[in-house]
């Protein structure tokens, strides 16, 4: 691992951030919505992080915010102990709505952040090739992303972010828009693929599925609108795990009877029954 | 199984091809309307209304003449000009409008105004201004076709996808950048459209600019026959309008294909 300073600092530190939004109504009256209140989390380096909590709770806000794109109204955020002042190469995001270049073919799609980065040709396109081949796309590489399934966009998404080589891969609920089959295919590939990629990546992955944070994540961190964290859970299963193993762990049923009942009085249009 | 045997019920026309379809279709609604066009003429006469079979007589002579060609090279220098300015000054100026929306608020009254005033009320201003050379065509050719030019242009650059601006931001794109790689493919498409409705509206300016500033180009050559009653040859002329209209509508499409490939080839969209 490459850490910079003394070993011991969390890559990410949130510091008593909170984001508010101000918005005009009516053309004179403004509101002010608060998306996050006075949070403080800490992310090592390494780790895989999932963060849970129902629609509207801030999770998009708070990923926002780390990615550099918007700024808190209060408290601060550090990488590496450095506060974020804008986006950086460190960090990358995958969308929940993929984001592609509809005029760039996959394999150009993966050579954007490298573009902006001043990477030669050369080692664009080879980099690009191997984080294709990474997330399964090998012999996509011609087609542009409306001849590409939601699942495979996606893929191309995640080689998008993956050619930069960043520290801390951002995930914004990414597989939110795809067909449970595909989620589930997804969600073990990213497993491996977050194992095998050339630096064990630090991964912030956002999700309001406990049973996706329950199968990708090394600790659960549950967010409510308004209010600090609710919960910060490390999972005791090695990664990566199959799902199937998983179903049978008493460990397993534990935290999800845990999360289930923390997210209870949140999640009232979300079906909760706890499994037999 | 029900909705299948509907489905498979096809009509005879889904044998054909699509687009030998769509040509038929284009041959057929043409040869019925010469028809219908030939029957009435023979029935009101022909200084009313020439039957097409006289139309291709009187295109022979004035082709054999050297007068539509004459009148072809004036119209479309012309045309040509204005229509370039057209594009230069609508995609310049609706691309900064939109890019920065300060500017856009500053110009849109402006904008607005000019795009109500009719342009052919101009006339007398351009000639005073301009004389009747091939100036004040070129500007009347200009004016028609930039508003819609320009007001499409600032559109998709305002309403650029926000998502892809900030996707770009997050791998470090600066502002530059963010215009280069994003902002100019992502409108090609709607400023293609806009090319597009320009073009038929330099076409009619061409035409009103000929008529109203000086017995030159295809608008002189409809004004010289109209003063010997040659129905027949003003037909044929506009004919030629008509033709230019679909000519460069099909330029400008070839131009949009060639620039924007990704969003004409999109598959699946029937
Ligand atoms: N740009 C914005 N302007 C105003 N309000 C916003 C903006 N972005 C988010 N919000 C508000 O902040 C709250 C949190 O939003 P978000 O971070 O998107 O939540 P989540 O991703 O968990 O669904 C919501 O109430 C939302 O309406
Ligand atoms: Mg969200």
Same mark, same amino acid.
């Given at each position: 691992?490459?850490?910079?300073?003394?070993?011991?600092?969390?890559?990410?530190?949130?510091?008593?951030?909170?984001?508010?939004?101000?918005?005009?109504?009516?053309?004179?009256?403004?509101?002010?919505?608060?998306?996050?209140?006075?949070?403080?989390?800490?992310?090592?380096?390494?780790?895989?992080?999932?963060?849970?909590?129902?629609?509207?709770?801030?999770?998009?806000?708070?990923?926002?915010?780390?990615?550099?794109?918007?700024?808190?109204?209060?408290?601060?955020?550090?990488?590496?102990?450095?506060?974020?002042?804008?986006?950086?190469?460190?960090?990358?995001?995958?969308?929940?709505?993929?984001?592609?270049?509809?005029?760039?073919?996959?394999?150009?799609?993966?050579?954007?952040?490298?573009?902006?980065?001043?990477?030669?040709?050369?080692?664009?396109?080879?980099?690009?090739?191997?984080?294709?081949?990474?997330?399964?796309?090998?012999?996509?590489?011609?087609?542009?992303?409306?001849?590409?399934?939601?699942?495979?966009?996606?893929?191309?998404? *995640?080689?998008? /972010? !993956?050619?930069?080589?960043? @520290?801390? &891969?951002? $995930?914004?609920?990414?597989?939110?828009? #795809?067909?449970? %089959?595909?989620?589930?295919?997804?969600?073990?590939?990213?497993?491996?693929?977050?194992?095998?990629?050339?630096?064990?990546?630090?991964?912030?992955?956002?999700?309001?599925? *406990?049973?996706? /944070? !329950?199968?990708?994540?090394? @600790?659960? &961190?549950? $967010?409510?609108?308004?209010?600090?964290? #609710?919960?910060? %859970?490390?999972?005791?299963?090695?990664?990566?795990?199959?799902?199937?193993?998983?179903?049978?762990?008493?460990?397993?049923?534990?935290?999800?009877?845990?999360?289930?009942?923390?997210?209870?009085?949140?999640?009232?249009?979300?079906?909760?029954?706890?499994?037999? | 199984?029900?909705?299948?045997?509907?489905?498979?019920?096809?009509?005879?026309?889904?044998?054909?091809?699509?687009?030998?379809?769509?040509?038929?279709?284009?041959?057929?609604?043409?040869?019925?309307?010469?028809?219908?066009?030939?029957?009435?003429?023979?029935?009101?006469?022909?200084?009313?209304?020439?039957?097409?079979?006289?139309?291709?007589?009187?295109?022979?002579?004035?082709?054999?003449?050297?007068?539509?060609?004459?009148?072809?090279?004036?119209?479309?220098?012309?045309?040509?000009?204005?229509?370039?300015?057209?594009?230069?000054?609508?995609?310049?100026?609706?691309?900064?409008?939109?890019?920065?929306?300060?500017?856009?608020?500053?110009?849109?009254?402006?904008?607005?105004?000019?795009?109500?005033?009719?342009?052919?009320?101009?006339?007398?201003?351009?000639?005073?201004?301009?004389?009747?050379?091939?100036?004040?065509?070129?500007?009347?050719?200009?004016?028609?076709?930039?508003?819609?030019?320009?007001?499409?242009?600032?559109?998709?650059?305002?309403?650029?996808?926000?998502?892809?601006?900030?996707?770009?931001?997050?791998?470090?794109?600066?502002?530059?950048?963010?215009?280069?790689?994003?902002?100019?493919?992502?409108?090609?498409?709607?400023?293609?459209?806009?090319?597009?409705?320009?073009?038929?509206?330099?076409?009619?300016?061409?035409?009103?600019?000929?008529?109203?500033?000086?017995?030159?180009?295809?608008?002189?050559?409809?004004?010289?026959?109209?003063?010997?009653?040659?129905?027949?040859?003003?037909?044929?002329?506009?004919?030629?309008?008509?033709?230019?209209?679909?000519?460069?509508?099909?330029?400008?499409?070839?131009?949009?294909?060639?620039?924007?490939?990704?969003?004409?080839?999109?598959?699946?969209?029937?």
């Amino acid at each position: 691992m490459q850490i910079h300073n003394n070993g011991h600092n969390p890559l990410v530190q949130v510091q008593n951030v909170t984001k508010q939004y101000t918005k005009t109504i009516g053309g004179t009256r403004t509101q002010t919505v608060t998306a996050l209140a006075q949070l403080t989390l800490n992310i090592q380096a390494g780790e895989f992080v999932a963060i849970l909590g129902a629609s509207g709770c801030g999770k998009t806000t708070l990923l926002r915010l780390i990615a550099g794109l918007t700024m808190p109204t209060e408290g601060r955020i550090l990488i590496d102990g450095v506060p974020v002042s804008g986006p950086g190469p460190d960090r990358a995001v995958v969308f929940q709505d993929f984001r592609l270049l509809p005029w760039r073919t996959c394999l150009a799609n993966v050579e954007f952040g490298m573009e902006l980065l001043g990477i030669s040709t050369a080692q664009r396109r080879e980099r690009a090739l191997e984080a294709i081949a990474l997330v399964g796309l090998r012999g996509w590489e011609t087609y542009y992303p409306a001849e590409l399934s939601g699942g495979m966009q996606q893929r191309v998404g *995640i080689a998008r /972010a !993956l050619a930069v080589n960043p @520290r801390l &891969l951002l $995930m914004d609920e990414p597989f939110g828009a #795809l067909d449970a %089959i595909t989620r589930s295919q997804m969600q073990q590939e990213l497993m491996q693929i977050v194992a095998n990629a050339a630096h064990h990546k630090t991964v912030i992955f956002v999700t309001h599925s *406990i049973d996706e /944070a !329950l199968i990708l994540a090394d @600790r659960v &961190l549950v $967010m409510t609108r308004g209010r600090s964290l #609710l919960e910060d %859970i490390t999972l005791p299963f090695e990664r990566p795990r199959r799902q199937s193993e998983l179903l049978t762990d008493s460990a397993y049923i534990e935290v999800k009877q845990h999360l289930l009942s923390v997210l209870e009085p949140e999640s009232t249009g979300q079906q909760s029954a706890p499994q037999p | 199984m029900q909705r299948s045997t509907i489905a498979n019920r096809k009509p005879f026309w889904s044998t054909i091809p699509r687009s030998l379809g769509i040509r038929l279709a284009q041959i057929g609604l043409g040869v019925l309307l010469l028809t219908v066009w030939e029957i009435v003429a023979l029935q009101v006469g022909s200084f009313i209304l020439a039957p097409p079979t006289a139309l291709v007589a009187a295109f022979g002579e004035i082709v054999q003449s050297g007068d539509l060609g004459r009148a072809l090279v004036d119209s479309l220098y012309g045309l040509a000009i204005g229509y370039a300015l057209a594009i230069l000054l609508g995609v310049t100026v609706g691309f900064l409008m939109g890019w920065y929306p300060s500017l856009a608020t500053i110009l849109n009254p402006f904008i607005s105004a000019l795009y109500v005033v009719p342009v052919a009320a101009l006339v007398p201003l351009l000639i005073v201004w301009f004389g009747i050379g091939a100036t004040p065509r070129i500007i009347t050719v200009m004016l028609f076709a930039v508003f819609e030019i320009l007001l499409t242009t600032y559109t998709a650059v305002r309403d650029i996808d926000q998502r892809l601006v900030e996707m770009a931001r997050v791998f470090g794109a600066n502002q530059r950048q963010i215009l280069t790689r994003v902002v100019i493919q992502a409108t090609l498409p709607l400023v293609g459209a806009g090319l597009r409705i320009g073009a038929g509206r330099a076409i009619k300016g061409m035409v009103v600019a000929e008529l109203l500033f000086a017995a030159t180009g295809l608008g002189g050559l409809v004004m010289h026959y109209s003063s010997r009653f040659q129905t027949d040859r003003i037909m044929v002329v506009v004919i030629v309008v008509a033709m230019m209209g679909v000519l460069l509508g099909w330029l400008v499409q070839r131009l949009e294909y060639w620039i924007a490939p990704w969003y004409h080839r999109r598959p699946n969209r029937s």
